[in-house]
């Protein structure tokens, strides 16, 4: 059976352009697997904690699935720690891409996560979107450990569903950061 798939960013196009995820984040995410962990799109619809994840929006990126994001379908947005940040602010996001990612090896408990790429103006306002989010995280992402960093004028966010997988996730977080050179504070 032959499947359609619309790709962004695949083998003749370049995978670095305006507006889609960054060279580092497309890498990173290439080379996930070779850590244990897996994008699973199927699985996304499945989870009520990533409703703004939409499966008919994917888009690919050097055959990674990412899934363009509204502002308004942002934990950011709308969730209980969002009345403490400036909507103003984060309303400026020139673009949002998330990555879905979990466990390839599974038990009872599939550990999972998101990335999230908030794309900015300059680097100024993403460092000030990060530094807003950082005391206030736990809230925002419910139930969670986010972790934040940025790159340039991209604020990158990685968080998951439950609190029990935060700590799997940091160490994923802190990679990233390390190959990326990605600002953490």
């Given at each position: 059976?032959?499947?359609?798939?619309?790709?962004?960013?695949?083998?003749?196009?370049?995978?670095?352009?305006a507006?889609a995820?960054i060279?580092?984040?497309?890498?990173?995410?290439g080379?996930?697997?070779?850590?244990?962990?897996?994008?699973?799109?199927?699985?996304?619809?499945?989870?009520a904690?990533?409703?703004?994840?939409?499966?008919?929006?994917?888009?690919?990126?050097?055959?990674?699935?990412?899934?363009?994001?509204?502002?308004?379908?942002?934990?950011?947005?709308?969730?209980?720690?969002?009345s403490?940040?400036?909507?103003?602010?984060?309303?400026?996001?020139?673009?949002?891409?998330?990555?879905?990612?979990?466990?390839?090896?599974?038990?009872?408990?599939?550990?999972?996560?998101?990335?999230?790429?908030?794309?900015?103006?300059?680097?100024?306002?993403?460092?000030?979107?990060?530094?807003?989010?950082?005391?206030?995280?736990?809230?925002?992402?419910?139930?969670?450990?986010?972790?934040f960093?940025?790159?340039?004028?991209?604020?990158?966010?990685?968080?998951?569903?439950?609190?029990?997988?935060?700590?799997?996730?940091?160490?994923?977080?802190?990679?990233?950061?390390?190959?990326s050179?990605?600002?953490?504070?």
């Amino acid at each position: 059976m032959w499947m359609l798939r619309f790709c962004w960013g695949c083998a003749d196009k370049p995978k670095d352009y305006a507006g889609a995820p960054i060279l580092a984040l497309q890498t990173f995410v290439g080379n996930l697997a070779q850590s244990g962990w897996v994008s699973d799109t199927a699985r996304t619809r499945k989870i009520a904690g990533y409703a703004g994840l939409h499966p008919k929006d994917i888009r690919y990126f050097d055959e990674q699935p990412f899934y363009p994001m509204s502002f308004e379908d942002s934990e950011v947005y709308g969730s209980e720690g969002s009345s403490a940040l400036d909507q103003k602010l984060f309303g400026q996001v020139r673009s949002i891409w998330a990555y879905f990612y979990r466990q390839q090896e599974t038990s009872e408990w599939i550990a999972d996560g998101v990335i999230e790429q908030w794309e900015f103006d300059n680097a100024s306002l993403a460092t000030q979107a990060m530094q807003q989010l950082m005391p206030i995280g736990d809230q925002v992402y419910f139930n969670t450990t986010p972790y934040f960093c940025c790159v340039q004028q991209y604020l990158i966010i990685f968080h998951t569903r439950a609190n029990a997988f935060s700590g799997t996730q940091k160490p994923v977080f802190e990679r990233f950061v390390r190959e990326s050179g990605a600002v953490a504070e």
